[in-house]
């Protein structure tokens, strides 16, 4: 076989009799490369990425575990070989991303095909749900984003024409109720319509502020938490006080009415969940990252259940809302137990990533 297309094999053997007994039995169809310690080991991938590694369990100066997470890491499939067949030690080396093991009083040369074939396939499977995975994780994240913009179209429409319709309609019944004012009956109707248009306008107009706050663009999270806490108060009977460290503008208005909407459906799951009137919205904007805390002294919840996807605390579910943030680069973390109340925060980059922004730069 040409020695160009054989592929390369990276031996990390200390003892020279096993290292020269798998040479032999590989050299016909694999390039053999040999080293006798981890450092040596470490020193060739860093200048020649090999196919797949051949790893002695126990090394002379790096222990063949802390080795094995090493390569891992890099994506190179590892093949563990031990002295004796240890079921602790098996397990450990499957767990740290080792595709396969070889006893060493039992290495052949059909194990060792087997055992490289079955290593470099799962390797490459991996490598295509990892591709797959990252594709997936995009398109969620492209989901998200126009879910977003959408939410701010609808809200513009809103506010730029149906808003405006109605308040022209209002305008003219009010008019005809003063032409009408001499007939009762006719302005008592137009007097009702008039007030029930005025309703449909409070309602759009809250609405329109709900699907994207226009405050977010013009000052920032910190003054529509505030408007949010004011419109809790007014419509949930919910005194939300807000603590604000520094403000924020997100690199995207995307994110920025996405963050309000998690908090904003936060907020409601104290509502519904919490048993109290009393919540904090804390925002403090630091040099990497942005953290916003909603928290309460309510009932609180076992947080165990979340790991359940099905389970959910209402709206997106808290379950949800980390797997969508995640997509941003932020986490959800969450501290709660039953009786003692929940707390919430939201960690995201200040800077996201630039594959997430969306393509028009808003």
């Known amino acids: 076989m040409n020695l160009d297309s054989m592929l390369d094999l990276l031996l990390v053997e200390d003892d020279d009799i096993d290292r020269e007994h798998v040479r032999r ?8 490369n040999e080293v006798a310690t981890g450092k040596a080991a470490l020193d060739f991938v860093t200048q020649k990425r090999p196919a797949c590694v051949l790893l002695d369990y126990r090394l002379p100066d790096i222990g063949g575990m802390d080795l094995l997470s090493q390569l891992v890491e890099q994506s190179i499939p590892v093949i563990i070989l031990t002295g004796e067949e240890s079921a602790e030690v098996i397990v450990e080396a499957m767990q740290r991303g080792a595709l396969h093991y070889l006893v060493k009083g039992n290495i052949s040369y059909v194990s ?37 913009r959408e939410r701010r179209r609808i809200s513009q429409i809103l506010h730029d024409h149906v808003q405006q319709i109605l308040y022209g309609i209002q305008m003219r019944v009010h008019i005809m109720g003063l032409d009408g004012s001499e007939q009762p009956k006719l302005a008592m109707h137009l007097a009702e319509v008039e007030k029930l248009l005025g309703q449909a306008t409070h309602v759009i107009r809250t609405l329109t502020v709900e699907l994207s706050p226009p405050l977010l663009q013009s000052e920032g999270l910190g003054a529509a938490f505030q408007w949010l806490a004011k419109h809790m108060a007014e419509t949930q009977n919910l005194q939300v006080y807000c603590e604000i460290e520094g403000d924020y503008q997100a690199p995207s208005v995307d ?16 509502v519904k969940h919490a048993g109290v009137r009393q919540a904090w919205i804390q925002l403090v904007a630091k040099e990497d990252t942005l953290e916003v805390t909603v928290s309460d002294h309510g009932m609180g919840f076992d947080v165990t259940r979340l790991a359940k996807r099905g389970d959910s605390r209402g709206g997106f579910g808290l379950y949800s809302i980390s797997e969508r943030l995640a997509l941003f680069g932020g986490r959800l973390e ?22 997430l922004l969306p393509l028009d730069g808003n």
Not at 25 to 32: I, M, W
Not at 340 to 355: A, D, E, S
């Open 25 to 32: 039995l590989l050299q016909t169809d694999y390039q053999v």
């Open 334 to 355: 969450i501290d709660s137990a039953p009786g003692l109340g929940t707390r919430v925060k939201i960690v995201v980059l200040r800077q996201i990533p630039i594959h």
């Open 255 to 270: 994110l920025g009415v996405f963050i309000f909407q998690i908090v904003r459906e936060l907020l409601f799951n104290v």
């Open 112 to 148: 060792l095909l087997h055992a490289i074939n079955s290593a470099l396939e799962k390797n490459n499977l991996k490598q295509n749900i990892e591709i797959k995975n990252k594709q997936l994780a995009a398109l969620a994240s492209e989901l998200t984003l126009a879910e977003q």
